[in-house]
């Protein structure tokens, strides 16, 4: 994974947990994967994973068992307003580019729609 | 949180040169910190200081709370930004050189290294390739137990993959109890690992921070913050 972007690289780490989370890769209760390994798996330093964990538990969506490690929430409600949160965010993003390009209301309701049909017939 | 390296007001002159002007700076144990600025900065020299093989003009160097010497050469571990070894050296030579000379090298810890890397011992030194001899250098100096590690450009010159190897090897050797200072100008390969990063111009330092504070308030990577601070 690149961390090429602007944001700081905990913040990253945390939404690459959270869209684990999201897509089911990460269940809920799951054990999510140490910090020393995940570290290793994205060649970043452990102290910043070890943040991302911290920020993650702040938020309610993992948990730390003492000695166990890391565990993914088992509270489907949070898990819930999660996505949520995120296909907002995601919304929102689409339309504010769409409208950049001159795009109307309707016109994105328009291709919007023709997607789904698209989508449903194949 | 306990300091393992404190820079006191150092300052290096050479005749008419000054090489380093009144640097402070404390490392703290488990970071790993970045050395980060163009050729002829003073990386070199603050770890030619660090290490005892240069003496400072003014100023105090403590490492692991005593003055640098024969004490704090026996817990720091330095990887040079050249080779180190005798060419008619096998690498099994150079573990026995090591072992020889420092009695915090651990052999077990050196031969799971080479695993790591894909040497053998039985590999003589002058049939390596640069990005081999990389791996087998950072390997001796990683299989030392040190309280610092010190490494010089440790990714220069080498092709992806090793350089993906050796980042992976610096990680793994990751403990939270010492510290590694790292200089580099591959800062966009290496800024992942950074805690925290010291940009050093013309012998001084004029930033230093956590890389993550730095990203968060500038909005920016540290690679762009690098290239924005000495390209003025």
Do not use: C
């Not at chain 1, 911290?54 to 948990?63: A, D, H, K, M, S």
């Not at chain 2, 290096?12 to 000054?18: E, F, G, H, M, P």
């Amino acid at each position: 994974m690149d961390f090429n972007n602007n944001l700081p690289i905990y913040i990253q780490i945390m939404n690459l947990i959270k869209s684990r989370i999201i897509s089911g890769n990460i269940s809920g209760g799951d054990k999510l994967p140490s910090v020393r390994d995940l570290s290793k798996e994205l060649r970043v330093n452990p102290n910043t994973i070890q943040r991302a964990y911290q920020e993650l538990e702040r938020e309610g969506l993992v948990f730390t068992q003492r000695g166990m490690g890391t565990f993914a929430t088992e509270d489907m409600e949070i898990i819930k307003n999660l996505k949520k949160t995120i296909a907002t965010d995601l919304v929102d993003k689409f339309f504010i580019e769409m409208k950049k390009l001159g795009f109307t209301s309707h016109e994105v309701k328009e291709i919007v729609s023709e997607w789904m049909e698209r989508e449903e017939r194949e | 949180m306990k300091n393992i390296v404190e820079i006191k007001e150092l300052t290096k002159k050479y005749l008419n040169k000054t090489a380093l002007n009144n640097i402070n700076l404390n490392i703290q144990e488990g970071k790993i910190v970045g050395i980060l600025g163009p050729n002829g900065s003073g990386k070199t020299t603050l770890i030619k200081i660090l290490t005892g093989i240069l003496r400072q003009t003014s100023g105090e160097v403590f490492i692991d709370g005593n003055k640098v010497g024969v004490y704090t050469k026996s817990v720091v571990s330095y990887l040079p930004d050249r080779n180190f070894l005798y060419k008619w050296m096998k690498i099994k030579d150079a573990s026995d050189l090591f072992k020889d000379f420092y009695s915090d090298f651990d052999e077990g810890k050196f031969e799971e290294l080479l695993r790591f890397m894909k040497l053998d011992k039985n590999m003589k030194i002058d049939t390596l390739s640069k990005g081999m001899h990389e791996k087998l250098n950072l390997s001796l100096v990683l299989a030392r137990n040190a309280k610092l590690y010190i490494l010089d450009e440790p990714i220069a010159g080498v092709d992806p993959v090793a350089r993906d190897e050796i980042l992976n090897a610096i990680i793994n050797n990751y403990n939270e109890k010492s510290s590694m200072v790292i200089t580099t100008h591959l800062v966009r390969d290496m800024e992942n690992i950074l805690d925290d990063v010291v940009f050093l111009k013309d012998g001084k330092i004029i930033l230093s921070d956590n890389a993550e504070s730095l990203r968060e308030e500038r909005n920016m990577n540290i690679a762009d913050i690098y290239k924005e601070v000495f390209s003025q």
